[in-house]
């Protein structure tokens, strides 16, 4: 394709200006608002020339019906003139006449020589005009005295009629000079002049406003037409008189003259520049895209290499885990519902492996994300080399892993990949220069006898690593028929625990502990039971897990506190009265900011002192979200509440923390009370925990004592509390009491 040459470059370019169109626009909204006002200054020319022939013919019109007034009242002074002799009667009756024929006159007078009107007509209405004397001022006087003699119409301008309202009154004398007998007078009321001299148009579509010797002297209409800036004024000559009249137009009136041409303009001009605008916008938008089509073809070849690169680099990126380098969940999922098909046509089985990492999440929370990731990526490479052309390893997310073995022709087979998987973490994780023993529990599920597809096949791998993990970590659980039937049961025990707490199904049983010093007993532990309905006592084991997952682990908790305080409160007044309660208290629960507030309230509702109440959490609790729980528990102390840290030495032990929370004892694992008799190792660390312990101002308890063995190396090295089988099994408040009462343990008193 021919490169453009660069006139025709530059045209393209000045097209594809993105400021072109809204200069069309702006060029074009120009032109309109100067067509728009070019159009309105003539209209307003127009008008202004309209409202001058209307004031000049208004004018004209006076003049000229003014003048038949004046000739008819020359008539009648001519008349009465020329017959000296013409009866009142014959007078009256010739006034009336022209009271018929014109129709504005107030009243027709005759005025003798002393200037006293003797005869009018009509009489009625103009009674107090009789007897009046016309020369009232020495003005007057003189202006009619000067019309006498030399027969010249005499006007008075407007005045304020003797008869009422305003007028004006026209002389003629009858007679001049020596001859002179007087005058025909015609008054006439301004507002009957007006409305006979000017047409109804006229009066409705001017404010008329007559003013005389420069003075406001009559104005019709009198409400103006406001703010229309348009008046015209003209002259009107009357006998004896100079009128000017002035003329502004209602609204109604500039709306007949003005047309919409100048709008009509406007808006034409305006949608022909957005046409135009919008026709060049396509222009440069058909222009852009040919120029982009160029560039993409003298581009073409490189970018088809390039995308071929970056193709891989996706569909690498797509089925690969960014952080560990195995295969995603996506990609596996896929890679199985292949195998199975494969699977299917050749009768072979596939096992789905799900890998869950023990204690991961504790590690992560505690020594941080970036440990986590580190561990992840650790354990992932030790994976991977188990990975072939059978065996394909992917990251599930979190802490878990997932393995597909396809071409399983045994069970042995997938046994043996089992004992390989176990390998990987037998050998600690060196991380961030520190050394840490993992291990993992695995949930198999085998094709077809787990599942028939992949959703299924991967349902029943996790519900056998649960099943795994309740057993125990570091372990694996082939998935049977009967995961399923306890599945479903422990999905109608979670729905059933709302109902537990509504009808308040729980029951408490109490643990003593025996003080080695006194052989009494000072304090228990309150255990939770779940008395159902239908499936009798359910142990905790089985529905505290499920408390944890759904979150209600903290409402039971709340009730084993309230529990507990109302046992206290039932004792006060008894054997039983000095007798302590521990509760334990989950992590959730202890991330619950009304924690304290709760307890606090559960104390002072059933008035039980502080210290009958013992606190217990797992040493796994206390370093999770350590400045968390360190305030939580430090308002607990406060209170007076006893602190304990139960299951010690089973997780990750630092006696350091036991320096910065205000713990008050110590529960050694039954892990290590078992065997403190036979196993050397566990004697030594018994011993070495009770004394630290005890160094540090913390009394001791010792978990799972079931033999008199036991009992006596315990007393032997001073642990302060034992708590096992040997001294009493969980029971009921009503049989803790016969229970005190046994010879070998007396009842204790504070």
């Known amino acids: 394709m021919q490169a453009p040459r660069p006139a025709t470059r530059q045209i393209v370019t000045a097209l594809l200006s993105p400021a072109l169109p809204v200069l069309i626009l702006v060029l074009f909204l120009a032109i309109a608002v100067f067509l728009k006002h070019g159009t309105e200054t003539q209209q307003d020319r127009q008008l202004q020339a309209a409202l001058t022939a209307e004031a000049q013919g208004l004018a004209r019109d006076l003049e000229r019906q003014f003048a038949y007034h004046v000739q008819a009242l020359n008539r009648m002074a001519s008349r009465l003139a020329d017959n000296p002799a013409l009866t009142e009667a014959s007078w009256r009756a010739d006034a009336r006449n022209y009271l018929d024929d014109f129709g504005i006159y107030q009243a027709i007078e005759w005025i003798d020589r002393n200037y006293v009107i003797r005869w009018l007509e009509p009489v009625a209405g103009n009674e107090q005009a009789i007897g009046f004397n016309v020369a009232f001022s020495p003005a007057r006087r003189q202006a009619l005295a000067q019309a006498a003699a030399t027969g010249q119409l005499d006007s008075t301008g407007v005045i304020e009629l003797e008869q009422g309202g305003t007028g004006l009154v026209i002389y003629a004398p009858v007679g001049a000079g020596s001859d002179n007998r007087g005058f025909i007078a015609g008054v006439f009321r301004m507002a009957s002049l007006a409305s006979s001299l000017m047409t109804e148009r006229v009066r409705s579509a001017f404010h008329i406003e007559i003013h005389e010797n420069g003075e406001l002297a009559y104005q019709l209409n009198p409400e103006p037409a406001d703010g229309t800036g348009y008046v015209q004024r003209a002259t009107v000559d009357l006998p004896n008189a100079a009128w000017q009249i002035s003329l502004t137009p209602t609204r109604a009136w500039l709306a007949s003259q003005r047309g919409q041409l ?353 606190v217990e959490l797992t040493e796994e609790i206390f370093i999770q979200n350590i400045e968390r729980n360190r305030n939580q528990l430090v308002r607990l102390h406060d209170l007076g509440i006893r602190l304990a840290i139960d299951d010690f030495g089973v997780g990750y032990s630092s006696l350091a923390y036991l320096r910065d929370f205000p713990v008050d004892l110590l529960k050694i694992d039954r892990s290590f009370i078992t065997n403190v008799t036979e196993r050397h190792d566990d004697a030594v660390i018994t011993r070495a925990v009770i004394n630290l312990a005890h160094n540090l101002g913390v009394r001791v308890v010792a978990e799972g004592v079931e033999t008199e063995q036991q009992l006596q190396f315990l007393q032997e090295h001073q642990c302060d509390y034992a708590q096992g089988y040997l001294i009493s099994r969980p029971v009921g408040a009503d049989q803790l009491e016969a229970l005190l009462q046994d010879d070998r343990f007396p009842l204790g008193q504070d």
């Open 262 to 614: 100048p709008w009509i303009t406007f808006s034409v001009l305006l949608v022909m520049g957005l046409l135009v605008s919008l026709s060049t916008l396509l222009i440069q938008l058909v222009l852009k895209r040919h120029q982009d089509l160029l560039k993409t073809r003298s581009e073409l070849d490189q970018e088809i290499h390039q995308r071929q690169l970056i193709q891989q680099d996706l569909a690498r990126l797509e089925s690969t885990d960014t952080l560990t380098g195995l295969a995603n969940r996506r990609f596996f999922m896929e890679d199985l519902s292949h195998a199975l098909s494969l699977a299917d046509r050749h009768q072979r089985q596939v096992a789905l492996i799900m890998i869950d990492l023990d204690r991961f999440q504790t590690l992560n929370d505690s020594l941080g994300h970036q440990f986590g990731d580190e561990l992840l990526i650790k354990v992932s490479e030790r994976l991977n080399v188990l990975g072939d052309e059978r065996v394909l390893v992917a990251y599930s997310g979190g802490d878990e892993f997932m393995v597909c073995q396809q071409h399983v022709d045994d069970i042995d087979d997938v046994i043996h990949l089992l004992g390989q998987l176990q390998k990987c973490f037998h050998e600690p994780f060196a991380i961030q220069g520190q050394i840490h023993s993992i291990t993992a529990t695995m949930g198999i599920a085998v094709y077809p006898q787990s599942g028939l597809d992949a959703d299924v096949l991967l349902r029943n791998a996790d519900i056998a690593l649960y099943r795994a993990k309740e057993s125990g970590r570091n372990a694996y659980q082939f998935y049977t028929e009967g995961m399923q039937e306890r599945e479903v049961r422990r999905l109608e025990l979670d729905k059933d625990l709302s109902i537990a707490l509504e009808q308040d199904q729980f029951v408490l049983h109490l643990q003593p502990k025996l003080d080695l010093a006194t052989l009494k007993m000072d304090s228990v532990e309150a255990l939770i039971r779940w008395q159902h309905p239908t499936r009798g006592l359910v142990p905790p084991f089985e529905f505290i897990p499920l408390a944890e997952e759904s979150g209600r682990i903290t409402d039971i908790g709340h009730w084993v506190v309230m529990a507990a305080c109302r046992q206290l409160a039932a004792w006060r007044q008894g054997p039983l009265a000095h007798l302590r309660i521990a509760v334990n208290l989950s992590g959730r629960e202890l991330d619950d900011e009304h924690l304290v507030d709760n307890i606090q309230q559960a104390l002072a509702e059933y008035q039980v002192p502080p210290d009958r109440l013992e």
